[in-house]
């Protein structure tokens, strides 16, 4: 079957936001040895980009010598890509010069608002001999840049393929033909099409632009790519095949299997967060950065999605907090040890009736219904679900604690308890981690202005090998404890086995 368009995978490229565009020589040379084997015209391996202070890995900066060996390695067509935003004509020099032989095409990431200067850009790289990509983003919103279509008429002669990027996943196929017909009133410039799948609507976005002449699509294997991930490759495949594309599908399923850990690994692909910020043409980035932090609950995700798609700093906003002065507070966290010395914890606070409780979750509240102290309940994350399990509506008598507005996250606040919800002033202690559980519990404490703050359930982790989770949560809350102690010079005594040396292990059975 003689295709009409050309094939481009981008698995390098795009899964490297997930990877820091590191991959494994396993890997690529398996990668490599399949595409060679496959339909696949073209394949971009990852950025050309000057020095930058954040960390990428060898496919985001594209040395010379690994091209070459790719190149060497690779029989199909092989692209990288420029960052508009980052790249000016000076760069070149440097960027795409020393490519001459090595790669056949640069594509251009460019933002809407600056077209006139990326065409500039792509001029330069085309007169010098490159094929030339230019990869338009943002397609669900072209319609605000004020006479964007029209001025596409500008890249006749200039760009090889001129490439309309669905960068948040929100197309629909009758938008996909509606913008394409559109585009060809101004210009017959060569058309690509690069779909996110947000929506899952890669696939029907890409067959349907091929319908409508396009001459190059864009995928990856697995759908490796920036947030909800793009088409998979093995996926357009499989559906030409029916067209007769001739597929060995023996070498796809190896490439797959290739992939298979690091999907596994990082899990990406479509979610209800994504599917909103989909719908709602919300950029996917901030999206992806919560979705891969461990203290961000799904609906808590969800909830700054929503609030983004309604333009909201924050869903809710409360009174600010103002406590009375508490002699005492013990901050009660979530480890083991809380049900374990369970009897000695409460003798202690019935024997310290005017000391203040501060749930840093409520993980083990319904321990302490039948305590009288004057109880404050932390609500970060997914704290209020959990509260409404452990702290029925008839057992709640007390006082819940925000982050200081607005919250990166939302606010989820349980029915019963808006009446009885603050939030705080400020973070005076720490500027790291504002959303933590443990910094709203410390805070809180400073607000009552105590003169001994205790701790229980903060036991810290056993055992040789942690998970990332634990070594984060772990690490986090070390430098807490040391930043409130630099910031207080009060001591946090741990009246339970703690491995945290940052507080001071004493026993609660010593004071009972």
């Given at each position: 079957m003689a295709n009409k368009y050309k094939i481009m995978d981008c698995t390098l490229r795009d899964g490297g936001y997930y990877t820091d565009w590191d991959f494994s020589p396993n890997i690529v040379g398996t990668y490599i040895e399949?595409?060679?084997?496959?339909?696949?015209?073209?394949?971009?391996?990852?950025?050309?980009?000057?020095?930058?202070?954040?960390y990428m890995g060898e496919y985001g900066y594209c040395p010379v010598s690994s091209l070459k060996r790719?190149?060497?390695?690779?029989?199909?067509?092989?692209?990288?890509?420029?960052?508009?935003?980052?790249?000016?004509?000076?760069?070149?020099?440097?960027?795409?010069?020393?490519?001459?032989?090595?790669?056949?095409?640069?594509?251009?990431a460019v933002d809407p608002k600056n077209l006139d200067r990326a065409i500039n850009l792509a001029r330069h790289i085309r007169e010098d001999g490159f094929e030339v990509g230019f990869n338009l983003m943002y397609m669900s919103k072209w319609s605000e840049y004020e006479n964007l279509i029209p001025r596409l008429a500008q890249l006749k002669g200039v760009v090889t393929i001129?490439?309309?990027?669905?960068?948040?996943?929100?197309?629909?196929?009758?938008?996909?033909?509606?913008?394409?017909a559109a585009i060809r009133e101004v210009t017959d410039c060569p058309l690509g099409f690069h779909g996110h799948n947000n929506l899952q609507m890669a696939l029907i976005n890409t067959l349907t632009a091929i319908k409508c002449g396009v001459v190059s699509v864009d995928g990856t294997i697995l759908g490796?790519?920036?947030?909800?991930?793009?088409?998979?490759?093995?996926?357009?495949?499989?559906?030409?095949?029916?067209?007769?594309?001739?597929?060995?599908?023996n070498v796809l399923g190896d490439v797959i299997t290739a992939f298979m850990p690091l999907w596994r690994q990082y899990n990406w692909g479509t979610s209800l967060p994504y599917?909103?910020?989909?719908?709602?043409?919300?950029?996917?980035?901030?999206?992806?950065?919560?979705?891969?932090?461990?203290?961000y609950s799904f609906n808590s995700i969800v909830r700054a999605v929503d609030n983004k798609r309604n333009h909201l700093a924050d869903n809710a906003h409360f009174g600010t907090l103002d406590v009375n002065h508490y002699?005492?507070?013990?901050?009660?966290?979530?480890?083991?040890?809380?049900?374990?010395?369970?009897?000695?914890?409460?003798?202690?606070?019935?024997?310290?009736?005017?000391?203040?409780?501060?749930?840093?979750?409520?993980?083990?509240?319904?321990?302490?219904?039948?305590?009288k102290n004057d109880k404050f309940y932390v609500l970060v994350g997914n704290e209020a679900k959990r509260m409404e399990k452990t702290v029925p509506v008839a057992e709640f008598n007390g006082t819940c604690v925000l982050p200081p507005y607005p919250r990166t996250m939302g606010t989820d606040v349980p029915h019963y308890a808006g009446k009885r919800t603050f939030e705080l002033p400020k973070i005076s202690f720490t500027?790291?981690?504002?959303?933590?559980?443990?910094?709203?519990?410390?805070?809180?404490?400073?607000?009552?202005?105590?003169?001994?703050?205790?701790?229980?359930?903060?036991?810290?982790?056993?055992?040789?090998?942690?998970?990332?989770?634990?070594?984060?949560?772990s690490n986090e809350n070390r430098l807490l404890f040391s930043q409130f102690e630099d910031?207080?010079?009060m001591r946090l005594i741990s009246l339970t086995p703690s491995l945290y040396r940052s507080l001071h292990v004493e026993s609660i059975y010593q004071f009972l």
């Open positions: 399949a595409v060679n084997s496959l339909p696949i015209d073209y394949i971009e391996v990852g950025y050309r980009n000057n020095p930058d202070k954040t790719i190149h060497d390695r690779c029989t199909k067509k092989v692209a990288v890509m420029l960052n508009e935003k980052s790249t000016r004509v000076e760069d070149l020099v440097n960027l795409t010069e020393p490519l001459h032989g090595i790669v056949d095409m640069i594509r251009i001129f490439n309309m990027v669905d960068s948040f996943g929100s197309m629909m196929p009758d938008e996909v033909a509606a913008t394409i490796m790519g920036r947030g909800a991930g793009n088409l998979n490759t093995e996926l357009l495949l499989t559906c030409l095949n029916r067209q007769g594309l001739e597929v060995d599908f599917m909103i910020s989909g719908a709602n043409s919300i950029p996917q980035k901030e999206v992806m950065a919560w979705s891969m932090n461990r203290a002699k005492e507070v013990l901050i009660i966290g979530g480890g083991e040890t809380v049900a374990d010395h369970i009897e000695a914890i409460t003798e202690f606070v019935n024997t310290h009736p005017e000391m203040a409780i501060v749930f840093a979750t409520a993980r083990h509240a319904s321990l302490f219904k039948h305590v500027g790291d981690f504002e959303d933590s559980c443990t910094t709203v519990a410390l805070q809180t404490a400073i607000e009552m202005s105590p003169s001994s703050i205790y701790i229980v359930g903060y036991d810290g982790y056993r055992g040789q090998v942690l998970s990332d989770k634990e070594m984060e949560l910031y207080t010079s």
